[in-house]
């Protein structure tokens, strides 16, 4: 895996850019997560990058010590300003060089935070695809980005992934296409699924 501090800005503005996209009669459609709706997503995304600034800074406290929900997150009023703020925290969290050493605490569990970090991005990475397939939307993301999320779910193992078992995927498919797939997302999945 990289042991050099990523920039998580390009996957924050990317899942930012989308959110004018997205209209508030699309907040009860389906996503590439089973049982998971377009608000619930946000409004995870919102509490991931509030836990994730937390456990970059070394603050442990209500944010950093829970596993994350994603279906049962309520999308708070006022998400159009609220999301983009929380986003812009955590990247700039994690571009303290002391974010990404020593121990911190994210989704109840200890880790380093050079893999803290990384588990930052890919979860960024992998609901900003979430949030575009579900809202008609292009996705592109940076080669090192995908590269992190396939080095930190490979490295599970057998485990399946916590987004769910990995999907088959062909040969020779777009890294994309296998970062997605990793991470428990059939990289084909449409609305109407």
């Known amino acids: 895996m990289d042991t050099q501090p990523l920039d998580l800005e390009p996957a924050a503005r990317r899942i ?12 009860g459609a389906a996503t590439p997560c089973p049982g998971v709706t377009v608000g619930a997503l946000l409004a995870h995304i919102g509490g991931l990058a509030v836990a994730f600034r937390d456990a970059a800074r070394k603050e442990p406290g209500p944010a950093t010590d829970s596993a994350p929900s994603v279906e049962s997150g309520v999308l708070e009023t006022g998400w159009r300003a609220t999301l983009p703020a929380a986003l812009d925290g955590m990247v700039a969290a994690w571009r303290s060089p002391d974010a990404w050493t020593g121990m911190t605490r994210a989704g109840g569990v200890d880790l380093p935070g050079r893999i803290a970090g990384m588990v930052a991005l890919n979860e960024l990475v992998l609901h900003g695809w979430d949030l575009a397939k579900a809202t008609g939307q ?26 769910g078992p990995p999907v088959p995927v062909a040969d020779g498919a777009p890294l994309l296409d296998r970062a997605v797939a990793r991470g428990g997302r059939r990289p084909d999945w449409r609305p109407e699924d």
Not at 16 to 27: C, Y
Not at 148 to 155: C, E, I, M
């Open 138 to 163: 292009p996705f592109g993301a940076e080669e090192a980005h995908l590269r992190n999320t396939l080095a930190l779910l490979a490295d599970q193992g057998d485990d399946p992934s916590p987004f």
């Open 16 to 27: 930012t850019a989308q959110l004018d996209a997205v209209d508030d009669g699309a907040l």
